[in-house]
């Protein structure tokens, strides 16, 4: 698939078969994600956690879902979450943790298109999931650092292979 379609075809999944994703669909996800830029070039400041295991799934859903207005789960059912974590600490003027995250999850989500896959950027279970220490742990983050995101993915219960539109010409400016 070329670049642009791929994009074009990215969108995020609320609903997942249930059915794991094959190991080299992950490899394959996890390179785009590792292709991505980050803050210096500085790797080590960033940390991914592949969580395929279904009773931590749900223990991240229920956190994830605490205190929000709709208790439904926030990782749509997917059996694949990618957590995308950053040192709490970063060695430059500002924290780029978060623009790291966006940058591997976006590539992640790409990739995911360009292999048939669905995949959702979460950040809405974030709170729940991070105020429960306990949890953090459980799920592989290290000591230090902090996670910004998630990238669910698995198969669309209803796949959608249309494709975006070139749209939002209200938002761009040009100046020549």
Same mark, same amino acid.
């Given at each position: 698939?070329?670049?642009?379609?791929?994009?074009?075809? %990215?969108?995020?999944?609320?609903? @997942?078969?249930? %059915?794991?994703?094959? *190991?080299?669909?992950?490899?394959?996800? #996890? &390179?785009?994600?590792?292709?991505? !830029?980050?803050?210096?070039?500085?790797?080590?400041?960033?940390?991914?956690?592949?969580?395929q295991?279904?009773e931590?799934?749900?223990?991240?859903?229920?956190a994830?879902?605490?205190? %929000?207005?709709?208790?439904r789960? !926030?990782? @749509?059912? +997917?059996?694949?979450?990618?957590?995308? +974590?950053?040192?709490?600490?970063?060695? @430059?003027? &500002?924290?780029?943790?978060?623009?790291?995250?966006?940058?591997?999850? *976006?590539?992640m989500?790409?990739?995911?298109?360009?292999?048939? #896959?669905?995949?959702?950027?979460?950040?809405? &279970?974030?709170?729940?999931f991070?105020?429960?220490?306990?949890?953090?742990k459980?799920?592989?983050?290290? *000591?230090? &650092?902090?996670?910004?995101?998630?990238?669910?993915?698995? @198969? !669309?219960?209803?796949?959608?292979?249309? *494709?975006?539109?070139?749209?939002?010409?209200?938002?761009?400016?040009f100046?020549r």
């Amino acid at each position: 698939m070329e670049t642009i379609k791929a994009i074009a075809r %990215r969108k995020s999944t609320r609903k @997942y078969l249930d %059915r794991q994703i094959a *190991e080299k669909e992950l490899e394959t996800i #996890l &390179f785009a994600g590792c292709a991505a !830029p980050v803050a210096g070039n500085d790797w080590h400041t960033m940390q991914l956690v592949v969580i395929q295991n279904k009773e931590l799934l749900s223990r991240i859903s229920e956190a994830g879902s605490r205190g %929000r207005k709709r208790r439904r789960d !926030p990782l @749509y059912g +997917a059996l694949t979450l990618v957590l995308i +974590a950053s040192e709490i600490y970063c060695p @430059y003027p &500002f924290h780029a943790g978060q623009q790291n995250a966006a940058c591997i999850g *976006e590539n992640m989500c790409i990739a995911a298109a360009d292999l048939g #896959l669905g995949s959702t950027y979460l950040t809405g &279970f974030l709170p729940g999931f991070n105020a429960d220490a306990e949890l953090v742990k459980d799920a592989g983050v290290r *000591e230090g &650092f902090k996670t910004e995101a998630a990238i669910a993915l698995g @198969y !669309p219960e209803v796949p959608d292979d249309s *494709e975006k539109q070139m749209a939002h010409q209200e938002i761009i400016t040009f100046i020549r």
